[in-house]
């Protein structure tokens, strides 16, 4: 991460010292301080530093090091800077960058509540499943061994409606809308509007029920037809919607 800022200097005032002999060529009537000042610029002034005495002499247009100021041109500039207060402008960039962490505080808070509230809800729909419930899910696929390796094919993504609860049973009916991940076509559901391109095709539900295990939604998470195939590897259920909620 790479974080560009400009250091910037801010002269506040040039004083005239004609009672001041220049340590140079030891003349009176040239010799002039500037006060100065810098600061970072990054979204506004800030971090202003140490204010600082840059001498000159215009008798014999120089400058005048610091090392070769004079006791008397050493008193000068002490004088000169107490009379120079730092302006509170210099540090208005801070409160830019205060207010936009605040910011970042505050939305970051309520996407965590508003998380917070999800994940309540979520649980709530898969302890107490009702009819008109919309399951956001695969149905597993079967299992494919080669050599050493397995996964799981043809496996079915689309929106699974709730349509009657008895007991451990859960019947729902597939969405027309769906997507089949295969061996050469996998599947990621994670990408960014996957399930809302299912969710705008399904116009309409199977009239045959699909039975899945309750206590498998609601200890894993599982979306497990029944009764269970041999090679059939369990389905899962990335989200569930509840109609008026």
């Not at 299992?143 to 019947?171: M, R, T």
């Not at 009239?207 to 590897?233: E, G, N, W």
Request: hydrophobic content about 35%; charged content about 20%.
């Amino acid at each position: 991460m790479y974080i560009v800022y400009e250091v910037r200097t801010q002269e506040h005032k040039t004083v005239a010292h004609p009672e001041v002999t220049c340590p140079l060529c030891q003349q009176q009537g040239g010799v002039h301080i500037a006060i100065r000042q810098r600061y970072i610029w990054w979204f506004g002034p800030m971090c202003p530093t140490p204010k600082f005495g840059i001498a000159w002499c215009e008798r014999c247009d120089q400058k005048i090091p610091n090392v070769k100021w004079s006791k008397p041109l050493e008193q000068a500039y002490r004088n000169d800077k107490s009379s120079v207060k730092t302006p509170l402008r210099l540090w208005r960039g801070m409160l830019v960058i205060g207010g936009l962490f605040a910011t970042l505080s505050v939305v970051a808070m309520v996407k965590t509540k508003m998380r917070a509230v999800d994940t309540s809800a979520q649980t709530e729909y898969f302890a107490h499943p009702q009819v008109g419930d919309i399951y956001y899910a695969h149905t597993g696929g079967e299992l494919k061994v080669e050599g050493n390796s397995a996964s799981s094919v043809n496996q079915v993504y689309a929106l699974f409606k709730v349509v009657k609860v008895d007991g451990d049973s859960v019947f729902v009916v597939q969405g027309n809308g769906s997507r089949v991940s295969t061996a050469g076509n996998i599947i990621n559901e994670y990408t960014s509007g996957f399930w809302d391109g299912i969710e705008k095709e399904t116009t309409a539900y199977s009239a045959t029920p699909v039975i899945i295990s309750h206590q498998s939604m609601t200890q894993y998470r599982f979306f497990t037809p029944l009764p269970r195939l041999k090679d059939a590897t369990p389905g899962g259920i990335t989200q569930i919607k509840r109609p008026g909620k």
